[in-house]
C-alpha cells in the first residue's frame, strides 16, 4: 500500500467555507480543527484495503503513509547532512498549528518552519502564527509540476505557491484568495470519509456547515492544546471509535463575547468546573452531557430556533441532525462497523482477515441495491424523506420570470388590479 496511487483512490468527503475576512478564516480554522478527530470517528468508513480487514475504521494512516516522501534523515532515523529539517510528521496528516490569537497558547507541539522565509514574511508584516504556517508549508519539496506551470510571475500568479500548499493534505487547509479573483478566504474542512448515499454525504456536509454558523453566532470556543487533537486522531481511527473511543474536548466553550441566548442555553446543561477539557464519548460530545456539556446538536437545534428557517427547509435539517445524532449513540452504525460486519458474517469469510473476491463482489453488489434504493439498510440510516418538492413552485417561476422582465423592478400582480 506505500504508493502514491493507492493513497491518493481513497475518496472523502470535504467542505469549503468562505469566510468574511482573514480574522474570520482563522477563528474558523481553529474552532473547526479540534472537531475533526469527532467528525472522521462518525464517518468512519474504511475498514477494508487491499483485500484485508484491517483493525482500523478509517483511511486516513493509510494514506499518510502511503504519500509520506520524508527520507531517513527528515525521519530522525540519520543525522541531518543533505537535508534542512527533521519532519515530525507526513505530509497527509492533522495540522501543527492554531492561527488565531485565541489558539496560540494551545500550540503546545514542536513547529518545524523555514526560518529564513519566516523571516522574509515577518519582514513583509505578516504576523507570526500566519508567517509560521506558511513557512511550515515550505519545508517539503514539491513532488508535482506540470511543465506549463513552471515559468510563472509570481507578482500575478499564485500557481507556485498553490502547487506546495495543495500537496500539504492537513485536516484543515486555509486558503488565501486567488490573484485577480472575486474568491476571498477560506478554509477546507477535510476528515470526513465518502459515505455510500447522497443522503449521508448531504447530513454530514449541513451538519458541519451548521457548526460553523454556531461558533460564529455564539462566539463558542473549542480549543484545546494540539497535542490532544493529534491523540483524537488516532483514537477516531480505531475499530468502532464512534461508540467506544474517548476523545479530549473542551467543556467550557463560552466566551466573554457569547450572546445571553447562548449562555443560557450552556449554562442549563454544564455547571462549572475546573477541568478546562476532559475525556468524552462521541455520544457525550454530539448529543450531550449532564451537567457537563451541551451537545453540538442541541446548540445547533438552539441556533436554528433563532433564525428564520422555512418549515420544508427545517424539516429535511433535522432528519440529517437525527443521523449525525443516531450515528453517535450507537442506535444506528457507521459504515466503517456495517461493512466489517457484512464481512465477517459472510459465509466464505473464514476469519483470516482476507476478503476475497466473491465477498467483495456481494459487498459492491449490496451497496450498489443500498445507492440505487432497491434495497434499505436500516443499520445505518432512516429511510430518508422530505417535505421538499423537487418541483419549482409556480408562484416562485412567475416571480422569476417577472424580475427578468422588469430588470429588477417590481412586477405587476395580474390578479392585484392596486398594484
Known amino acids: 500500500m506505500d504508493a502514491m496511487g493507492f493513497g491518493m483512490g481513497c ?6 467555507f468562505q469566510a468574511c475576512n482573514i480574522k474570520e478564516a482563522r477563528l474558523l480554522y481553529d474552532q473547526l480543527a479540534t472537531l475533526c478527530p469527532i467528525a472522521l470517528a462518525l464517518s468512519a468508513a474504511s475498514p477494508v484495503h487491499r483485500g484485508y480487514l484491517t483493525d482500523s475504521d478509517c483511511r486516513w494512516n493509510i494514506i499518510a503513509a502511503s504519500v509520506d516522501d520524508r527520507t531517513a534523515e527528515e525521519l530522525g532515523q540519520e543525522p541531518l547532512k543533505d537535508c534542512k529539517f527533521r519532519i515530525n510528521k507526513s505530509r497527509y496528516d492533522s495540522i501543527d498549528s492554531y492561527l488565531s490569537p485565541m489558539g496560540e ?28 504556517h506558511i513557512a511550515h508549508l515550505f519545508i517539503r519539496d514539491p513532488i508535482s509540476l506540470f511543465s506549463e506551470k513552471i515559468h510563472q510571475d509570481d507578482e500575478h500568479d499564485s500557481d507556485h505557491f498553490e502547487n506546495i500548499q495543495s500537496t500539504n493534505w492537513q485536516t484543515m487547509r486555509f486558503k488565501p484568495p486567488p490573484p485577480n479573483s472575486k474568491i476571498g478566504w477560506r478554509v477546507e474542512f477535510r476528515p470526513c470519509e465518502i459515505q455510500m448515499t447522497d443522503f449521508e454525504n448531504a447530513a454530514f456536509v449541513v451538519f458541519v456547515v451548521l457548526l460553523t454558523r454556531v461558533i460564529l453566532s455564539f462566539h463558542l470556543n473549542f480549543l484545546i492544546p494540539i497535542s490532544k487533537v493529534d491523540e483524537n ?40 468546573s475546573e477541568d478546562e477539557y476532559t475525556l468524552m464519548t462521541v455520544n457525550e460530545i454530539v448529543n450531550g452531557k449532564e451537567n457537563e456539556f451541551p451537545g453540538l446538536v442541541p446548540l445547533i437545534h438552539n441556533f436554528l430556533s433563532s433564525v428564520d428557517v422555512d418549515a420544508d427547509t427545517h424539516c429535511t435539517i433535522q432528519q440529517y441532525l437525527k443521523l449525525i445524532q443516531k450515528r453517535a449513540s450507537g442506535e444506528l452504525k457507521t459504515t466503517a462497523t456495517w461493512i466489517r460486519d457484512f464481512v465477517r458474517s459472510h459465509p466464505d469469510y473464514k476469519h483470516d482477515s482476507i476478503v476475497t473476491e466473491k465477498i467483495n463482489f456481494d459487498l459492491l453488489h449490496k451497496v450498489d441495491r443500498i445507492i440505487n434504493e432497491d434495497e434499505e439498510c436500516p443499520d445505518i440510516f432512516d429511510k430518508p424523506g422530505t417535505k421538499t418538492k423537487e418541483v419549482i413552485p409556480q408562484a416562485v417561476i412567475k416571480a ?10 417590481i412586477c405587476n400582480n395580474d390578479n392585484d388590479e392596486s398594484s
Open 105 to 132: 497558547k494551545y500550540n503546545d507541539i514542536e513547529m518545524i518552519y523555514d526560518q529564513e522565509l519566516y523571516g522574509q514574511l515577518r519582514e513583509a508584516g505578516i504576523d507570526h502564527l500566519l508567517a509560521q
Open 400 to 409: 422569476e420570470e417577472c424580475f427578468k422582465e422588469s430588470n429588477g423592478e
Open 233 to 272: 486522531m488516532q483514537t477516531a481511527q480505531k475499530r468502532d471509535a464512534a461508540r467506544k473511543g474517548l476523545f479530549w474536548f473542551r467543556k467550557d466553550i463560552m466566551t466573554y463575547s457569547s450572546p445571553p441566548a447562548a449562555a443560557a442555553c450552556i449554562s442549563e446543561c454544564s455547571k462549572g
Open 11 to 16: 475518496s472523502c468527503l470535504q467542505v469549503t
